[in-house]
């Protein structure tokens, strides 16, 4: 692997050295936070472990104000598991009370991916949504939005889409030079604006008006939440808030790189068959384990790179004593790989059981969410 890591909205290569990411974007680490964000085990273990402007959602919680979270996704390929990672922290801000703006980026794949808009929108609705609500999204507290048809209501519209507009005028082409790389394409341009005005419109006074919005993402978006960071405090008449962003380590492939829609041997999908997640774990997840028993039981294994102890920390397992355990039966070689890889096997099994069963009720709400507001 390169030594070289790369993370930007268009390509994330390498392997990522956090440290050096936090210092060169200028994000701050997950401090101390108050015990509903502690009781959460993305924060707790620091899955979530970087943030910007943390400290204006957490008054708003504390105080009880109302607040929005808002995320988007790029519809490409199949749901997978690095994406219901940002889901888990949806479904954490859906229980606080937020009021959730999730949008489809089916412009920013038009432009940047696949011109194939009808594709996008199938591939939103059938994976991207149906997995959404089969994971607990609730409809009632949930705006869910095309970046190609964002309200049915044409004053929201046209005040969502005059924003982005707008925007342009608060930054030069050297600024979004130094944010984006020297390959900034106007296409590339015109979706990051887009992007400022999805972050940015809830505040609007066709929306929600004053009102602190926090961003999920992963690391690659940090770029854009720089350039709202810069228009908001440009954009002078508007009096918007500042941005609350928190960042979550990418869920790492099965066998150790990157998790992407485009490789499946890297990834296990929310739709995959029992049978098909459980080959892949078997197959491909990189093991931290020795060449042989003798020399497992011997010297151990190691469970800080080894793909299926990963993914039950990051996911699957949310008790820390279970995963405590398991790390240190690992570790010392009482626990082999085989048996490591069955524990993540029979957690995904019991999930994909379940997850399935509710996918199929789910379809029958998707019309719920589309064109509600
Ligand atoms: N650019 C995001 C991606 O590549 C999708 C996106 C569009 C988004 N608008 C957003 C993410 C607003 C967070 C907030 O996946």
Redesign the pocket.
């Known amino acids: 692997m390169e030594k070289e890591f790369k993370v930007t909205?268009w390509e994330v290569k390498g392997k990522i050295d956090y440290e050096k990411l936090i210092k060169g974007f200028g994000i701050s680490h997950i401090g101390a936070i108050p015990k509903k964000f502690q009781d959460n085990f993305l924060f707790r273990r620091k899955i979530v472990y970087g943030h910007r402007n943390l400290d204006l959602i957490l008054n708003v919680i504390k105080n009880k104000e109302k607040f929005v979270m808002?995320?988007?996704?790029?519809p490409s390929g199949k749901f997978h598991f690095g994406h219901a990672l940002v889901v888990k922290q949806m479904l954490f801000y859906q229980e606080l009370g937020a009021k959730l703006y999730i949008?489809v980026?089916d412009i920013?794949a038009y432009n940047t991916r696949n011109p194939d808009l009808e594709e996008l929108r199938k591939t939103a609705i059938e994976e991207y949504l149906t997995n959404y609500i089969a994971l607990g999204l609730d409809p009632k507290n949930t705006d869910f939005y095309f970046?190609s048809a964002r309200s049915k209501d044409g004053k929201k519209s046209n005040a969502y889409y005059s924003l982005a507009e707008k925007a342009s005028r608060y930054i030069s082409f050297n600024e979004a030079r130094a944010i984006y790389g020297e390959n900034i394409s106007p296409a590339k341009l015109s979706?990051a604006l887009?992007?400022f005005s999805?972050?940015v419109h809830a505040q609007l006074k066709e929306f929600e008006g004053p009102i602190n919005v926090v961003?999920p993402?992963g690391s690659?978006?940090d770029a854009?939440l720089r350039l709202c960071s810069d228009i908001i405090q440009r954009m002078k008449d508007y009096k918007f808030r500042q941005i609350t962003s928190t960042y979550n380590l990418f869920l790492p492939g099965l066998k150790g790189g990157k998790m992407s829609s485009s490789d499946l041997t890297s990834y296990v999908s929310l739709t995959d068959t029992i049978e098909e997640a459980a080959n892949k774990i078997r197959k491909y997840a990189f093991s931290g384990g020795q060449a042989t028993v003798e020399e497992h039981r011997k010297k151990g294994g190691n469970p800080d790179i080894d793909i299926s102890y990963q993914w039950l920390r990051m996911f699957f397992e949310e008790d820390d004593k279970k995963l405590k355990k398991i790390y240190e039966d690992y570790k010392s070689g009482k626990l082999l790989t085989s048996e490591l890889k069955q524990i993540l096997i029979d957690k995904l099994t019991k999930f994909l059981k379940d997850h399935q069963a509710k996918r199929e009720k789910a379809r029958k709400l998707v019309d719920k969410f589309i064109f509600k507001e």
Request: proline share 5%.
């Open positions: 909205p808002l995320t988007g996704l790029m949008t980026a920013e970046q979706s887009l992007q999805d972050i961003v993402v690659d978006q854009h």
